[in-house]
């Protein structure tokens, strides 16, 4: 091989290399690790949800699960739980029992390419939206106590598809949303700026072009903060700041968005990502509870 060649060999080596790395990125961002067996949540809990299923638009069956309210106070309404990204819904039922406790009717399901639900990609909305109406639809059409309001409850990508989903669904009175995103486009292009010091940043429209391909959706129209403007319903942010998934910035963006008076943030200095799901204060679950709980 003559020298002449040797830099074209280069260059269809890092094109190569950077198809492979960039593919790898898509996959990272929208297949998650799948979890099935979730049982012990129920132990843990000491609770018995029912179950049922949901069909999606486009045939994805999702598994859901529904928490009755405590029959010894009165019904305050339902509570639709969103999980994370690589989560299920059953690890949501520390949280749906802490509701159950003060009137809530809880109800939760594995988003798609979770748990026990059909799929394999996440859109982080573009087709989950749908999916929990669909969801709420089938679970109001389930609930023999019909009365009460509708509130969410979200974490990370939950918060972001619960977000979303508000200004879709009129009944919803109020949400609390764990580390929640403004854009997913600039959470990628942070998490690109971190990795081998910014080297990544340069191949992100190849990213967004592999996300298209095989996830089917364009990760620049994923914009939550564009929701808050849309929905009447009350806001309430819990973000730790220590988060290095999702800078504390975006719910103070979001928060930012909010109707005088529709919006609260509770920034937790000391807490991670995970923290605001799994070490959440009991001050704070409170002050959560407590907002859901408010009559307006």
């Known amino acids: 091989m003559t020298p002449f060649h040797?830099?074209?060999?280069?260059?269809?080596?890092?094109?190569?290399?950077?198809?492979?790395?960039?593919?790898?990125?898509?996959?990272?961002?929208?297949?998650?690790?799948?979890?099935?067996?979730?049982?012990?949540?129920?132990?843990?809990?000491?609770?018995?949800?029912?179950?049922?299923?949901?069909?999606?638009?486009?045939?994805?069956?999702?598994?859901?699960?529904?928490?009755?309210?405590?029959?010894?106070?009165?019904?305050?309404?339902?509570?639709?739980?969103?999980?994370?990204?690589?989560?299920?819904?059953?690890?949501?039922?520390?949280?749906?029992?802490?509701?159950?406790?003060?009137g809530f009717r809880c109800v939760a399901w594995d988003s798609r390419g979770h748990g026990k639900s059909g799929g394999e990609r996440a859109s982080y909305g573009m087709r989950e939206v749908d999916d929990a109406l669909r969801v709420i639809k089938a679970s109001r059409k389930r609930d023999h106590r019909p009365r009460g309001k509708d509130v969410f409850w979200g974490y990370s990508m939950g918060a972001a598809v619960a977000l979303q989903t508000l200004p879709e669904d009129s009944r919803a009175d109020a949400a609390v949303l764990l580390a929640p995103f403004a854009d997913l486009s600039q959470i990628m292009r942070h998490h690109a700026g971190q990795i081998y010091s910014g080297a990544m940043v340069p191949f992100l429209p190849w990213v967004r072009s592999n996300v298209r391909s095989a996830a089917g959706f364009d990760l620049r129209r994923i914009k939550p903060v564009e929701s808050v403007r849309r929905t009447n319903a009350r806001l309430l942010f819990i973000h730790g700041g220590r988060d290095g998934v999702i800078p504390p910035d975006h719910s103070a963006r979001l928060l930012a968005e909010c109707e005088e008076g529709q919006g609260k943030r509770l920034l937790l200095p000391n807490l991670g990502h995970g923290d605001v799901m799994w070490n959440l204060p009991a001050s704070a679950y409170a002050a959560a509870v407590d907002f859901l709980s408010e009559d307006h």
């Open 6 to 102: 040797r830099p074209w060999v280069l260059v269809g080596c890092c094109m190569a290399l950077s198809g492979c790395l960039t593919r790898r990125a898509a996959d990272v961002l929208t297949v998650p690790r799948r979890v099935v067996e979730a049982g012990h949540w129920e132990k843990e809990t000491a609770t018995k949800p029912a179950r049922f299923d949901v069909e999606a638009a486009d045939g994805v069956v999702l598994s859901a699960l529904e928490l009755p309210a405590d029959p010894a106070v009165p019904k305050r309404g339902t509570a639709y739980l969103f999980h994370g990204f690589g989560n299920t819904k059953e690890q949501m039922l520390p949280i749906a029992k802490r509701l159950t406790a003060v």
